[in-house]
Structures are given as C-alpha cells and as structure tokens.
C-alpha cells in the first residue's frame, strides 16, 4: 500500500518556520522529508541517508558552527553527484561563483512563493 513518494529531500536551515514551510510543500507534493536545523546535522543525517536523497536544501547562512560553505564542501567530498538547492536571502556575486564551482542545481531566494519554490525543486531534480 502507500504510494510511492517522488524523491528523498534533505532540508537543512536554522528556522523553524522556514523547515516547516518546506516540509509541508514538499510532502504535500509526494516528496519524502529529511529535516536538519544545523549544518552538522545536515551532513550527519546526510551520511546515514548516502544514497537515499535525491536532493538537499541547503540554508547558506546559519549562525554558529557549520556554514552553508562548510556543509557543501564536506557533502560533495562523499557524493558529487548529489543534486543541492542553495537557499538564502542574501547573496553577493563573489558567492554565487564560489557555489557555482561547487555545482549547484539551483538557488532559491528567501522569502519565497511555494510555486516558486516547487518549480526549483522540480527543475533540480530533472535528470
């Protein structure tokens, strides 16, 4: 029984509202959610899922410990293909090239529509 969810998505941000957000548009699109609320938490529940997700939502800017930088560059040292959406309300084009070197499927800006949001998700997981 069940039907058969899309993808496995990993959302890793510091606010709660932002995770619930997310999590209520995705898994009301059929998608499987994974929540972390810091970076080292993302990579942890990333390496227990490796193989699993399909897709990670990557908060850049969260304060203490591990950045959104930090986060990317340790999650792509196990896996480069693993398909990442940058999320952020503040980005300045030095950034943008650093996180494109580091081959990301999309960026998502904050606030965002859920329309909006869904289309990113849905375009980033296109094979």
Same mark, same amino acid.
């Given at each position: 029984?069940? !039907?058969? !969810?899309?993808? !496995?998505?990993?959302?890793?941000?510091?606010?709660?509202?932002? /995770? *619930?957000?997310? /999590?209520? =548009?995705? $898994?009301?699109?059929?998608?499987?959610?994974?929540?972390? +609320?810091?970076?080292? $938490?993302?990579?942890?529940? @990333?390496?227990?899922?490796?193989?699993?997700?399909?897709? %990670?939502?990557? *908060?850049?800017?969260?304060?203490?410990?591990?950045?959104?930088?930090?986060?990317?560059?340790? &999650? /792509?040292?196990? *896996?480069? +293909?693993?398909?990442?959406? &940058? =999320?952020?309300? @503040? @980005?300045?084009?030095?950034?943008?090239? %650093?996180?494109?070197?580091?081959? %990301?499927?999309?960026?998502?800006?904050?606030?965002?529509?859920? /329309?909006? @949001?869904? +289309?990113?998700?849905?375009?980033?997981?296109?094979?």
């Amino acid at each position: 029984m069940g !039907t058969q !969810t899309k993808a !496995t998505i990993l959302i890793v941000d510091d606010e709660q509202v932002i /995770r *619930d957000l997310l /999590r209520r =548009c995705l $898994e009301g699109n059929d998608y499987e959610v994974l929540l972390a +609320q810091n970076g080292s $938490e993302g990579v942890r529940i @990333f390496l227990e899922n490796q193989g699993k997700i399909n897709l %990670i939502i990557l *908060d850049m800017l969260m304060p203490g410990g591990m950045g959104g930088e930090q986060v990317l560059g340790q &999650i /792509r040292e196990v *896996d480069a +293909q693993v398909k990442v959406l &940058i =999320c952020s309300g @503040f @980005f300045s084009p030095d950034h943008m090239e %650093i996180l494109r070197q580091l081959g %990301i499927a999309g960026i998502i800006k904050k606030p965002c529509l859920p /329309r909006e @949001f869904m +289309q990113e998700v849905e375009k980033a997981l296109q094979p």
